[in-house]
């Protein structure tokens, strides 16, 4: 597709389940993030991958979260034994490069809720 | 703690007024300051961004106003439409890393 596709659109999941978020960026796009947003909130940085190597993890909020990406493309964030803070919109990003000034596009969301 | 700080955290504003939303940064490594829209449901888009040694930019009916010396800078959205209710995030950038402002939601009434 042309944009970023991010699945599921919609998650709800029980306290202290397993999920997985996945995102397909922009093909050509070398630099993939994933940011966080809650209602009303603004969006809090999670990661940062070059390729297939995430050299900020700065943002993940405990060691429950984890994020991997393959093949320099698709990437995945995982959340361990969710709790109900962990509801949020999960939004994938993918750039050019990573200089500023490099446009980062947004995918629609992962929208999570757990109960 | 939030590296940019945005205000107001609403507004409304009437079809053709202007609707200004304001920003607040204290890292001057920041090089690229960025503005996002977003619509509910979808995610943000870039609608219009600025370097700080431009103290104004201007595409259709949006406008960045810059001061580099006061550390702020905002969006003026004239002429407003219902089409531009949306939310509106300010951002800035060292690289690859943006620190976004926690939002303005605009309403426009018709």
């Known amino acids: 597709g042309a944009g970023v596709s991010q699945s599921p659109s919609n998650k709800v999941t029980e306290k202290g389940k397993d999920v997985e978020l996945r995102c397909d960026p922009i093909?050509?796009?070398?630099?993939l993030y994933w940011y966080r947003q809650s209602l009303g909130q603004g969006l809090e940085f999670l990661i940062y991958f070059q390729g297939n190597s995430a050299p900020d993890k700065s943002g993940l909020p405990s060691d429950r979260f984890s994020a991997e990406r393959t093949g320099g493309s698709v990437s995945t964030l995982t959340i361990q034994r969710t709790q109900q803070e962990d509801s949020a919109v999960y939004l994938c990003a993918s750039s050019r490069g990573q200089s500023s000034g490099n446009t980062i596009y947004f995918g629609e969301g992962s929208w999570l809720t757990v109960v | 703690q939030q590296q940019v700080k945005q205000s107001p955290q609403s507004l409304i504003v009437q079809k053709g007024g202007i609707s200004i939303i304001n920003c607040a940064y204290e890292n001057t490594a920041f090089d690229y300051f960025p503005w996002y829209q977003q619509f509910p449901g979808k995610g943000p888009a870039l609608l219009i961004a600025?370097?700080?040694?431009?103290s104004e930019k201007k595409e259709g009916r949006f406008t960045i106003s810059f001061n580099k010396s006061a550390k702020q800078f905002s969006l003026h959205i004239m002429d407003s439409q219902p089409g531009d209710s949306a939310t509106y995030f300010c951002a800035a950038s060292i690289g690859y890393k943006l620190s976004f402002g926690a939002g303005t939601t605009v309403t426009v009434r018709a």
């Open positions: 093909s050509g796009h070398t630099a």
């Open positions: 600025i370097r700080p040694d431009v």
